[in-house]
């Protein structure tokens, strides 16, 4: 079972401060996806990584694949009020054809 | 495109009743997938479809029936709800299976009494 932890489960900072959260696992994935959630919606596709190593940038999110693509980041520079909701990496068990997820980061930012 | 439309939005059942949340997608995704979303429990697979015809169990198949006899649907039974299946459910697609990438729906918020 290809199984994804996420770090930090939660996390609560003010506007204009940088994070990360991280995405990590002991299995290697064809690819990563992050999405993000808002309360009472369902979630939404952010990125996909493919290649490992490669770094995607979307506006202030940056996302890294690891080396060895066992692993993700997600840093946010200068977070804002609207960068809160809940953020899931997932990964395709691409011999079953479903994806794993993992538990999320529950991020806030305060104005 | 609608993209995945779910109804009901919120659903209120007494114990043992049944019922069907319905799933769309007008994308000609292959793949559909349902999940349930529970506090600090993150999203579980219920059942997956790889395409017509063909369905699979996921990790919590227990207590729900799915049928994929179209492209574009992909409803949920309930067969005799229970508390514990007092959730949210999000119905999802993706081109292929395989590729990760999935488009959600709206979800639909079910209470069981």
């Known amino acids: 079972t290809q199984l994804l932890e996420q770090s930090p489960q939660f996390l609560s900072i003010q506007e204009g401060e940088n994070l990360t959260v991280y995405c990590n696992s002991s299995s290697v994935f064809s690819s990563l996806q992050w999405y993000r959630q808002e309360p009472g919606e369902g979630p939404v596709l952010l990125v996909t990584?493919?290649?490992?190593?490669e770094v995607k940038k979307l506006k202030r999110l940056t996302f890294q694949f690891g080396d060895a693509r066992k692993d993700s980041s997600l840093h946010i520079t200068a977070a804002q009020p609207g960068d809160t909701g809940l953020y899931l990496c997932?990964?395709?068990?691409?011999?079953?054809?479903?994806?794993?997820f993992g538990d999320g980061t529950t991020l806030t930012v305060k104005p | 495109n609608a993209g995945v439309t779910q109804t009901p939005k919120f659903q209120v059942l007494k114990t043992g009743q049944s019922m069907t949340l319905q799933c769309a997608q007008d994308?000609?995704?292959?793949?559909m997938s349902w999940y349930r979303q529970d506090p600090g429990m993150g999203l579980r697979l219920i059942h997956y479809?790889?395409?017509?015809?063909?369905?699979d169990q996921g990790e919590v198949p227990n207590g729900y029936n799915v049928s994929r006899s179209t492209t574009e649907d992909f409803p949920l039974r309930l067969l005799s709800a229970a508390p514990s299946q007092t959730s949210v459910y999000f119905c999802?697609?993706?081109?292929?299976?395989?590729?990760?990438?999935?488009?959600f729906g709206p979800g639909t918020r079910l209470l069981v009494l």
């Open positions: 994308m000609n995704h292959e793949y």
């Open positions: 479809s790889v395409g017509a015809g063909i369905t």
């Open positions: 997932a990964g395709p068990n691409t011999n079953a054809g479903k994806s794993t």
């Open positions: 990584v493919v290649t490992g190593g």
């Open positions: 999802a697609s993706s081109p292929r299976p395989g590729q990760g990438n999935q488009y």
